[in-house]
């Protein structure tokens, strides 16, 4: 009986030995048409994406400014000025006090109303969250262009309110004064990706099963203690995520500070991805080397954030599946 089931057990399991032993090429002929569908992506991700991080590393080796035919190869020395460059390290101040006002912001007060449009119970709901993501899917340089309208100190609708309220004797110049420029940047900005916030958190409510609120209210649980005891501790594990992915949206913010103040006033919004720009291409005598160099710095602390993401989706799932 055992030699039967011996002969039997080889002959079930023969045949996977040679699938084992196949080589790269079997498996991946086998898989060809999985392959030949990625092709594009891949073709397109190369070139998009690939290329432009190698070349911005060959770039910053060198003393060029894009145009003309001589590259000189200075080394390091791109590197070693981007060090050394005041502005360079203002710039990347401002970045981190947008990271850290609007962040928490955004956060916070995405969480309140995502608890609030969460209820079923709410009229209106789904058009209150459409009307908070039309922002998001909204061009950011059409809305940094009609905010310079809005916020004009001549004639701008916000300055006029505030002087019919009698709020303000004079008009207020809030893109123009280096004591409001950073702050009405950051209230757009905020205003522009609340949506995208927003649904982060209500999908992480999403995943909260109705039982466990069944259950709460059977214990006598209300409103209150459901949010205490239930909602809220099933959502920290979301926080890390969020938290993080917001801060990597918030460093993005090039597109808006150059149609509102292009950094200005007096390098009062300028973001290390304006400066970038100004000096590869914006200035009387572009320094694309130079921008590189700034560009590669820029994408390693971009890089670092990824990996406190990484390592905060594995302390969410863990924490996500110890509960």
Known sequence: MSSVTREGAATVSGPAVPARRRGLAARIWSERWSYAFLLPTLVLFGMYTVWPIISSLY?????WNGLG????????????????????????????????????????????????LNNPRLPLAKLFRTALFVPVVTTTAIIGVVMGFIFDPAGGPVNQLLLDL???DQPVDFLGDP???????????????????????????????????????TDGAGGWASLRHVTLPMLKPFLIIIALLTAIETMQIFD????????GPFFSTLTTEV????????????RLGYGAALGVLFGLLTLAFAGIQAIGIRYANRARSGS
Not at 200 to 216: G, H, M, N, S
Not at 275 to 286: G, V
């Open 59 to 63: 770039y910053s080796l060198l003393d």
């Open 69 to 116: 035919a001589e590259r000189p190869f200075i080394g390091l020395a791109n590197y070693r000025e981007a060090f050394g460059d005041p502005l360079f390290w203002k710039s990347f101040g401002i970045t981190l006090v947008i990271i850290a006002v609007t962040v928490p912001l955004r956060v916070g007060l995405s969480l309140l109303v995502a608890l609030v």
């Open 166 to 168: 009698g709020i303000v």
């Open 179 to 217: 004591a409001s420029s950073l702050w009405t940047v950051m209230g757009v900005h905020m205003w522009k990706w609340f949506g995208i916030t927003l649904v982060y958190w209500l999908a992480a409510l999403q995943t909260i099963p109705v039982t466990v609120y069944e259950a709460a209210r």
């Open 256 to 263: 808006l500070v150059l149609t509102m103040t292009n950094g």
């Open 275 to 286: 400066y970038i720009y100004q000096q590869a291409f914006a200035n009387s005598t572009p």
